[in-house]
């Protein structure tokens, strides 16, 4: 079983069901990626990993325990990190303060884990001291996957971070959160930009009307026409 193994996923908000039979997996160190049309269900997947999503059917078990009746707090000190799309910052807060909210179910000195997301992303040393609403997109998504980061998830999670940012900016971000991988943490994260996307995942889910419609390895999933027709653009 993989290190995360969400299978047969299916629920929603109450109404009729938004996913159906869902099936997300990654392994330590590795990244994958979901994606596939607006209204596919690709965040509501990633909420339902979560835990901010009740199924009504279906399973996630990570790190060999069962944790689909777990609560979201209790995820988190469990080794998940979640980054969501949007109100990620505390923007009243300075950088370094944000990160530091970052360490709240933690009792030990975080000062080593403050200076590893310094040194992944230079540019939040430099502004520490700055308030995060004065801060660019890109930046402020540094801040929120560095306060994440700051929990030390054995998981991390990402709803859509290269959203509303340049095209060289998110090119930072992949780079980033490929350098992250590498540490031996997990990533699983909903994309938009597909193809950029796909290019630095190990793993990759299309989804479509919250059903699994490929699952395949990112370079397969690149190289399958009908994907590349149907879902990058050609």
Known sequence: MSFLSATGMTGG????????????????????????????????????VFGLLNLREGSVVFDGDDITRMAPQERVRHGMGFVPQTRNVFVSLTVEENLEMGAFIRDD?????KEQVFSLFPILAEKRNQPAGELSGGQRQQVAVGRALMTKPKLLMLDEPT???????????????????????????????????????????VLVQGSNRFTDTGEALLANEEVRRSFLGG
């Open 13 to 48: 908000y109450g109404g009729a069901d938004i996913l159906t039979d869902c099936n997300l997996s990654v392994e330590r160190g590795e990244v994958a990626v979901v994606v596939g049309p607006n209204g596919a269900g690709k965040s509501t997947a990633m909420k339902a």
């Open 109 to 113: 000195d975080i000062t080593e884990s």
């Open 163 to 205: 959203a509303g940012v340049s095209p060289i900016v998110m090119d930072e971000l992949f780079d980033k959160i490929v350098e992250v991988a590498r540490t031996g943490i997990a990533i699983l994260m909903v994309e938009q930009n597909a193809r950029q996307a796909l290019e630095i995942a190990d793993h990759g889910f």
